[in-house]
């Protein structure tokens, strides 16, 4: 594997949660990970039929299970803590509902969840017949879920009182998505597009990556002026210009279905599922160049830097 630069919590649909170091949390389909914004805490989902919440203290970079609960949904894939650290929101794919659970001052599970509960469809014949909760994000002090069997981004106070969702176009399949100040920019995984939203405008709508096959987008994210998202099928990491999502680059990402990937100052992380592995790369003018450096990580899903 090399010298890894920085410490890493992978997760996946493995035997657990697996360190750069090499240590190993045994846990049921860890397939995504959040820190708290101040305690020494990590939350891992178990996406599962029945899914759970693990809540993991963090001791010298070894994780020891702390706390536990249902996230009271079907497959959960995405979780988020409050900058507060207050509270932590999950997202549960496969009924579509999303939750709301209150952490207490210790980082640990408090009082009984709000779950939030959602209908529709969208025109995809098979995976938009009914909700589907994707990811999880607090900003401007509410909860946005992104629905892909709806193609919304739902919105709600931290009360879990429900506010008017965002629309995207028909088919689009949300997945994961961003802020930059008012404006908001979403992968969407049906459609194999980037979309930028900014009050006053019509939109800005891209294909994710130049490639001709056929392409399921995963994960996005920001850094400065660029936006990153990763491109399953073409198996590729597209850098586009956030003002016009005009692109700058598109590189291998090292594998194969790059599901997920962490930008942790001049390094990136790409999670490639089927792969097995996590790759780094050294982001040269904010493009990825891989440095060599590969970790073994079956069905790898999330990465998370320490």
């Given at each position: 594997?090399?010298?890894?630069?920085?410490?890493?919590?992978?997760?996946?649909?493995?035997?657990?949660?697996?360190?750069?170091?090499?240590?190993?949390?045994?846990?049921?389909?860890?397939?995504?990970?959040?820190?708290?914004?101040?305690?020494?805490?990590?939350?891992?989902?178990?996406?599962?039929?029945?899914?759970?919440?693990?809540?993991?203290?963090?001791?010298?970079?070894?994780?020891?299970?702390?706390?536990?609960?249902?996230?009271?949904?079907?497959?959960?894939?995405?979780?988020?803590?409050?900058?507060?650290?207050?509270?932590?929101?999950?997202?549960?794919?496969?009924?579509?509902?999303?939750?709301?659970?209150?952490?207490?001052?210790?980082?640990?599970?408090?009082?009984?969840?709000?779950?939030?509960?959602?209908?529709?469809?969208?025109?995809?014949?098979?995976?938009?017949?009914?909700?589907?909760?994707?990811?999880?994000?607090?900003?401007?002090?509410?909860?946005?879920?992104?629905?892909?069997?709806?193609?919304?981004?739902?919105?709600?106070?931290?009360?879990?009182?429900?506010?008017?969702?965002?629309?995207?176009?028909?088919?689009?399949?949300?997945?994961?998505?961003?802020?930059?100040?008012?404006?908001?920019?979403?992968?969407?995984?049906?459609?194999?597009?980037?979309?930028?939203?900014?009050?006053?405008?019509?939109?800005?709508?891209?294909?994710?990556?130049?490639?001709?096959?056929?392409?399921?987008?995963?994960?996005?994210?920001?850094?400065?002026?660029?936006?990153?998202?990763?491109?399953?099928?073409?198996?590729?990491?597209?850098?586009?210009?956030?003002?016009?999502?005009?692109?700058?680059?598109?590189?291998?990402?090292?594998?194969h279905w790059p599901r997920h990937f962490a930008i942790d100052g001049d390094r990136m992380y790409v999670a490639n599922q089927y792969a097995g592995n996590v790759v780094e790369f050294a982001l040269t003018d904010g493009v990825?160049?891989?440095?060599?450096?590969?970790?073994?990580?079956?069905?790898?899903?999330?990465?998370?830097p320490a």
């Amino acid at each position: 594997m090399g010298d890894v630069k920085r410490h890493l919590y992978i997760g996946g649909y493995g035997p657990g949660v697996v360190t750069s170091s090499g240590e190993l949390a045994r846990l049921a389909a860890p397939s995504f990970l959040a820190r708290h914004p101040s305690l020494p805490m990590i939350y891992a989902v178990g996406e599962l039929a029945q899914g759970w919440i693990t809540a993991f203290s963090v001791r010298e970079g070894r994780l020891a299970p702390w706390d536990e609960r249902s996230s009271d949904g079907d497959s959960p894939c995405h979780l988020a803590v409050h900058p507060s650290g207050a509270f932590l929101a999950v997202a549960n794919y496969g009924d579509g509902t999303a939750g709301l659970h209150r952490l207490d001052a210790r980082g640990v599970f408090d009082g009984d969840p709000i779950v939030l509960r959602h209908q529709g469809s969208g025109p995809h014949p098979e995976r938009q017949q009914g909700p589907h909760a994707h990811q999880a994000v607090f900003h401007d002090d509410l909860l946005h879920v992104s629905d892909l069997g709806t193609d919304q981004i739902r919105r709600y106070t931290l009360e879990g009182e429900a506010l008017e969702p965002i629309a995207l176009p028909p088919g689009t399949g949300p997945r994961h998505f961003a802020f930059a100040g008012p404006v908001l920019y979403v992968a969407g995984e049906l459609d194999g597009t980037v979309t930028r939203l900014a009050p006053g405008d019509d939109g800005i709508r891209v294909r994710a990556s130049t490639a001709v096959t056929e392409n399921a987008p995963s994960h996005l994210e920001l850094a400065g002026d660029l936006v990153y998202v990763a491109n399953r099928g073409p198996d590729t990491i597209s850098v586009l210009r956030a003002d016009d999502l005009s692109q700058v680059a598109e590189v291998p990402s090292g594998g194969h279905w790059p599901r997920h990937f962490a930008i942790d100052g001049d390094r990136m992380y790409v999670a490639n599922q089927y792969a097995g592995n996590v790759v780094e790369f050294a982001l040269t003018d904010g493009v990825p160049e891989p440095t060599g450096e590969v970790i073994e990580v079956e069905s790898a899903s999330c990465v998370l830097p320490a």
